[in-house]
């Protein structure tokens, strides 16, 4: 299984044609029974992040945490740094790659999304997929959709409910601290 899941983070695309793509469906069908395990009763944050750890194919430090429910479907493709935080209700369709940087926080019901399908109706069984990284401290914000092949800049800030198809520029400390400074101040120095 692991040259299938190998092969799905170097970017090579899995067809119905492949021979390989029986074991892809099952390892699909595995992610999808740890998910509903996940999402099923009260979990430690221990215990949520050794199944997250199971989902994503990857150890992840104790400063990671997440509030199920969530949802994906692959999951081996998703990697994730430290201090990272997932609030409730998140998806993640990661056949193209999912990276959240260190100090990411992801707001309520968001959704990363790796996977289209092109709009052809002769071509639409195809799966189309582009990563998508969230750089360090970037904050994504509640119901906010951020689509195949975005890049998220450091220190961003993605507004509650947005759509986001075009790559969020970084934004410098000394600006992050400027805004806050005048949010704080109501625009007033203080």
């Known amino acids: 299984m692991n040259d299938i899941i190998e092969r799905m983070r170097s970017g090579k695309r899995i067809s119905e044609t492949d021979s390989d793509f029986p ?5 699909i069908e595995n992610t999808k029974r740890l998910v509903v395990e996940l999402n099923t009763g009260y979990h430690t944050p221990d215990e949520v992040r050794a ?3 199971r989902i994503w194919g990857q150890p992840l430090d104790a400063s990671v945490r997440m509030f199920p429910p969530f949802y994906t479907a692959f999951g081996k493709t998703t990697r994730v740094g430290k201090e ?4 409730f209700g998140c998806t ?3 056949q193209g790659g999912i990276t959240l940087e260190d100090g990411v926080f992801i707001g309520p019901g968001a959704k990363i999304l790796t996977e289209h399908h092109p709009e052809e109706p002769a071509l639409r069984h195809r799966l189309l997929v582009k990563p998508v990284i969230v750089r360090r401290n970037a904050w994504i914000g509640a119901g906010a959709m951020i689509m195949p092949g975005v890049t998220v800049g450091e220190n961003a800030i993605v507004a509650a409910g947005a759509v986001v198809t075009k790559d969020v520029p970084t934004i410098p400390l000394s600006r992050v601290y400027l ?12």
Do not use: H
């Not at 074991?23 to 390892?27: A, G, I, K, T």
């Not at 400074?181 to 203080?190: E, L, Q, T």
């Open 51 to 53: 199944l997250l750890e």
């Open 23 to 27: 074991r892809l469906c099952e390892e």
């Open 179 to 190: 805004q806050k400074y005048y949010v704080k101040s109501k625009n007033k120095p203080i």
């Open 92 to 94: 993640f369709l990661d």
């Open 84 to 87: 990272v935080f997932i609030n």
